[in-house]
């Protein structure tokens, strides 16, 4: 018998389907019906590095923890990011991560980055920056409840709210470091005490050898807020003139007594001075009662029971 092949066309509604025959009706859609490839209608999924939001200390420096994209047609895709953060202004900023594949599907998310102020033992302190080194410091020192202003009144004596706590060298803030604290002759052996007197009478307050690393410690849990230490005997060479660039106060230091501060010679106690994490003070030395300042930085063991400010410095 004869074959014939024909195409019937065959209408329903809108659609026109082509049926293609030979002889007994048997159907070969492998060689005769053309199938198209389907289009990849997902865009590219993106992949955050870490946290949705972060949490940056008041002046510590941002870092972009950055994201991945996967494509189903075209695998890893390139991310780009766009905003910015200012590390040295409180408050919320975010980032936008982009990815687009080949099919031009485009994606983008967010992550958040929360700027906190830097808070410590219930003080708000803020960030500066070292016009000599870029490096970065605390404001004021530990204790004070507001930054110096200028060389002048708030640089004088142990009476402003600038000046801060007097601390004995390595010890934790235990209550020793306020003016009004009580005062004991008897020698510890270790960075605090439970009662939190001043330790009066020896040379050294404590026989403790760990001390240096204690102010060494940037974790908050010793004299300086998280991300921030004692600044050591370089850290402290590196700046050529602390007074004008961090505003260190003008001060006497607690030796004796509660609130008995030695003023009687000037050339020896009173001047700017604050405890490094070596058993050493940084000071700068008055010229005489107008409070002119001579370019007379020294770094000077003194004794580790005398009660002296700190200025913390980030890691």
Not at 105 to 125: A, N
Not at 254 to 280: A, F, Q, S, Y
Request: hydrophobic letters at 30%; one cysteine or more.
């Amino acid at each position: 018998m004869k074959l014939f092949k024909y195409i019937e066309l065959v209408s329903i509604g809108t659609i026109t389907l082509v049926l293609n025959s030979c002889g007994g009706g048997n159907n070969n859609h492998e060689n005769n019906q053309s199938l198209q490839e389907p289009i990849n209608s997902d865009a590219p999924i993106i992949t955050l590095i870490g946290k949705k939001t972060l949490y940056l200390q008041h002046g510590k420096k941002y870092i972009e923890p950055g994201a991945t994209a996967e494509d189903e047609d075209d695998g890893e895709v390139d991310v780009t990011t766009s905003g910015e953060v200012d590390v040295m202004t409180v408050g919320t900023y975010s980032i936008t991560y982009t990815a687009e594949d080949s099919d031009e599907h485009i994606t983008t998310t967010q992550r958040k980055i929360i700027v906190e102020p830097i808070l410590h033992h219930g003080i708000t302190y803020l960030p500066i920056v070292s016009q000599n080194t870029g490096k970065i410091w605390l404001d004021r020192n530990i204790g004070a409840t507001s930054a110096c202003k200028d060389i002048g009144a708030d640089f004088e004596y142990a009476t402003t709210t600038c000046i801060g706590d007097l601390y004995q060298w390595g010890r934790n803030p235990d209550g020793h470091q306020k003016s009004n604290s009580a005062v004991s002759t008897i020698q510890t052996s270790g960075m605090e005490t439970q009662d939190g007197k001043f330790i009066d009478g020896h040379d050294d307050w404590s026989t403790s050898t760990h001390r240096n690393a204690n102010w060494s410690k940037t974790d908050g849990s010793s004299v300086c807020p998280v991300h921030y230490k004692v600044p050591s005997l370089q850290d402290t060479k590196n700046e050529t003139d602390l007074v004008v660039s961090l505003k260190i106060p003008f001060i006497s230091i607690r030796i004796t007594t509660p609130n008995k501060h030695i003023k009687e010679d000037l050339h020896i106690v009173r001047g700017e001075r604050v405890w490094i994490h070596d058993p050493i003070i940084w000071t700068s030395t008055p010229l005489d009662s107008t409070h002119a300042y001579i370019n007379d930085y020294r770094f000077i063991s003194y004794q580790r029971s005398l009660g002296i400010p700190v200025r913390c410095i980030q890691e």
